[in-house]
């Protein structure tokens, strides 16, 4: 599973597709290997609600790591995998990093 987050007005899609994807064959394999799913961090309400499900599902420590990326450090690509019947997050991704392509 990879959730996309922005905390932006603009479209998600063209932001992390130029600022963390860079590359149309990454964006190819991940919508054809994972569950994508996008979320808008940028009103307060649905940053609870996602930090809130985070909680529930990943545990205290993952949504502590989420809650601590500054506005400044979105877009973010977090990659989640399901390992002995528990969901944790294998990634975090920042969309100013730079990555080899």
């Given amino acids: ?3 996309s987050l922005k905390r932006s007005r603009k479209l998600a899609e063209p932001q ?3 600022q963390l994807i ?3 064959t990454i964006v190819n394999y991940i919508s054809g290997n994972f569950v994508t799913w996008a979320w808008d961090m940028t009103h307060d ?3 609870t609600r996602f930090l809130d499900m985070v909680t529930q599902h990943f545990g205290s420590v993952a949504a502590s790591t989420v809650r601590g990326f500054g506005a400044e450090q979105y877009p973010l ?3 989640g995998l399901k390992i002995d019947q528990r969901w944790k997050f294998a990634q975090f ?3 100013k990093e730079e990555f080899p392509v």
Avoid: D, F, I, P
């Fill in 1 to 3: 599973m990879a959730h």
């Fill in 16 to 18: 992390l597709k130029s």
């Fill in 22 to 24: 860079c590359s149309e």
């Fill in 45 to 47: 309400t649905n940053r």
């Fill in 77 to 79: 690509l977090l990659v």
């Fill in 93 to 95: 991704l920042q969309g």
